[in-house]
Nanobody, 126 residues
Framework: VQLQASGGGLVQAGGSLKLSCASA????????MGWFRQAPGKEREFVSG????????SYADSVKGRFTISRDNAKNTVSLQMNSLKPEDTAVYYC????????????????????WGQGTQVTVSS
């Protein structure tokens, strides 16, 4: 499975962006998906995750209420709608997935994910 993240860009504080993650090749419809981000000089951190069915979602406290994760299994894509963006949201955003299908836990650690996309830059100006 190869993942491709897109949708990043430059936006003013308070603005919105929508990131997308698509699979080049094998489907990840049955797999837990996550979004992480990494700011310069910082560790890569969990942002949001969604179960294979889309029924259950999870968020980091820093983005809760502002970001929404969703998936469209018919299109084999996962999206992250980011509203009310803040300068501290500036980072490279990565999508990732787990090899094991039908996982319904809450996976927030990097080593719980097996495949990563290449990342897309999000810059929020003040």
């Amino acid at each position: 499975v190869q993942l491709q993240a897109s949708g990043g860009g430059l936006v003013q504080a308070g603005g919105s962006l929508k990131l997308s993650c698509a699979s080049a090749g094998r489907t990840f419809n049955w797999h837990f998906m996550g979004w992480f981000r990494q700011a310069p000089g910082k560790e890569r951190e969990f942002v949001s995750g969604i179960t294979w069915s889309g029924v259950s979602t999870s968020y980091a406290d820093s983005v809760k209420g502002r970001f929404t994760i969703s998936r469209d299994n018919a299109k084999n894509t996962v999206s992250l709608q980011m509203n009310s963006l803040k300068p501290e949201d500036t980072a490279v955003y990565y999508c990732a997935t787990r090899f094991r299908p039908f996982s319904n836990g809450r996976y927030r650690a990097r080593d719980e994910y097996d495949v990563w996309g290449q990342g897309t830059q999000v810059t929020v100006s003040s």
